[in-house]
């Protein structure tokens, strides 16, 4: 379909896909709604593109990925990806921040910020969609069963300590909700995952998300918790905290 309000992107897609396997393109234009709709009934097909080759009619984009050997993704298939690259980029980021403030990528702020930068951004997601987040939470948190309103309350909890934590102010706030929030989630992993078995998705990155839950989600709740013990005790003298350098 290529029509003045609408561009097909799977037909870009497919066109780029068989041009990379060095096939000769024809690509016929769908250019009005009336046109898409015969052609549909024409080919008793549902959906736009289609894709023939040597006058065979291989089917839609997905169709298409099938035939050429590659995968196709499930929409509905778990993956760690979300996570991963969230860390990646807020880790990158930190040490980018670092550098740019001491001249060193590697230093014990570059860690603190990752953490803060971490749950600014993870929060960022849920806040997208609370409702969304809120009703997958539910599945699992032991306190959020109890409260309703806590599956509400915690990403704006989450954001508000990872603000503080990066900015090294009013560590009396930031370090009794990072490690409330923390303990509350890492105890509602471990019991979801490792004594109910529970196959579940994670909240973590926002209710639309297939992270599942399990070992990475326990993870990030220990990370939380690790910071906000390390800032409590470079607060009361027993540690160097990094902004204190």
Same mark, same amino acid.
């Given at each position: 379909m290529e029509m003045p309000k609408h561009t097909c992107p799977y037909g870009l897609k497919a066109v780029h896909l068989l041009k990379r396997a060095e096939y000769?393109?024809?690509?016929?234009?769908?250019?009005?709604?009336?046109e898409t709709e015969a052609f549909k009934a024409e080919h008793g097909v549902a959906t736009t593109p289609q894709v023939?080759? /040597? /006058?065979?009619?291989i089917g839609g984009h997905d169709d298409l990925r099938q035939f050429l050997g590659k995968q196709v993704a499930d929409p509905k298939a778990t993956s760690y990806r979300p996570v991963l690259a969230l860390f990646s980029m807020t880790g990158l980021t930190a040490l980018a921040a670092s550098h740019a403030v001491t001249g060193s990528a590697l230093t014990p702020l570059a860690v603190e910020w990752f953490i803060g930068f971490s749950m600014v951004v993870l929060a960022l997601l849920k806040l997208q969609n609370i409702e969304s987040f809120a009703t997958m939470f539910l599945n699992y948190d032991i306190l959020a069963k109890r409260w309703v309103p806590y599956? %509400?309350? %915690?990403?704006? +909890?989450? &954001?508000? +300590? /990872?603000?503080l934590m990066i900015s090294g102010t009013l560590t009396w706030l930031s370090v009794p909700i990072a490690l409330f929030i923390g303990t509350i &989630? +890492?105890?509602?992993?471990?019991?979801a995952v490792y004594v109910d078995k529970r196959d579940l998705k994670c909240a973590c990155v926002g209710g639309s998300s297939n992270v599942p839950l399990g070992f990475i989600s326990l993870t990030e709740n220990l990370m939380m918790i690790a910071m906000a013990v390390w800032m409590g005790l470079a607060a009361l003298g027993f540690a160097g905290g990094a902004h204190n350098l």
């Open positions: 000769e393109v024809e690509d016929h234009h769908l250019t009005t709604r009336e023939f080759i /040597g /006058g065979k009619r599956s %509400y309350i %915690y990403p704006f +909890a989450e &954001g508000i +300590a /990872g603000v &989630g +890492a105890l509602s992993v471990f019991k």
